[in-house]
């Protein structure tokens, strides 16, 4: 059964920092990874999908890497904005489509 | 116009009373699925379809059930709702193919008092 962890649970910097996100999983047998973030009481904001033939990924300053031997993942956001606070939640595709959550690491960027 | 809506956005009912939570979507995709987020659980996944005729328990499906009533619209109804289903819902969809996105509605809260 697949598992996904994430730690830190919550982070927290000062802004301009470079910063990284990390996603373990159990089963490396995944089709693919996304990345998303969360604000407080909202939907879900897809931020980079990762196939499982690739490596990385990305998007503006941030960069998502998988290794799928070692069942990991991480995001990493440069030069971090107190916008960037949020939670941000990684996910695994499961055998019927669906996708596996982590609990989620909370980034607060403080001004 | 979103592509995944879900309504109501916001719920309040009592315990026992029945509940029906709808999403639709304007994307053509064959597969939908209903998760539920709870603090510092993450989501789960309650039910998926792969479409009209094809419907799945997930992770956590006891006291809930679903309505695929067409290929873009996918109901989950709780018959008697309890305080402990108090959370906040996620419906997703994603086009058939290993390989693909999946893409989610705003959420409903709900709350069982």
């Known amino acids: 059964k697949q598992e996904v962890t994430q730690i830190p649970a919550a982070l927290s910097v000062p802004e301009g920092e470079n910063l990284v996100l990390n996603c373990s999983f159990t089963d490396s047998a995944i089709y693919n990874l996304q990345w998303f973030r969360q604000d407080p009481g909202k939907g879900l904001t897809s931020l980079l999908l990762?196939?499982?033939?690739?490596r990385e990924q990305t998007s503006g300053r941030l960069n998502a890497s998988l290794d799928k031997s070692s069942g990991r993942s991480t995001l990493y956001i440069a030069a971090s904005q107190p916008g960037d606070s949020a939670t941000y939640l990684c996910a695994a595709r499961g055998s019927q489509g669906n996708l596996i959550f982590g609990k989620g690491t909370k980034l607060s960027v403080k001004p | 116009d979103a592509d995944v809506t879900q309504t109501p956005r916001n719920r309040i009912t009592k315990t026992g009373k029945r509940i029906m939570l709808e999403c639709s979507q304007t994307k053509g995709h064959d597969r939908m699925y209903w998760y539920r987020q709870d603090p510092g659980l993450g989501l789960r996944l309650i039910y998926y379809s792969f479409d009209v005729k094809d419907i799945n328990k997930g992770e956590i499906s006891d006291g809930y059930s679903v309505s695929r009533q067409a290929q873009a619209k996918f109901s989950l109804s709780l018959e008697s709702a309890i305080p402990n289903q108090t959370a906040l819902y996620f419906c997703?969809?994603?086009?058939?193919?290993?390989?693909?996105?999946?893409?989610f509605g705003p959420g409903t809260r709900l709350t069982v008092l």
């Open positions: 997703a969809t994603r086009a058939s193919g290993s390989y693909n996105e999946q893409f």
């Open positions: 990762i196939q499982s033939s690739q």
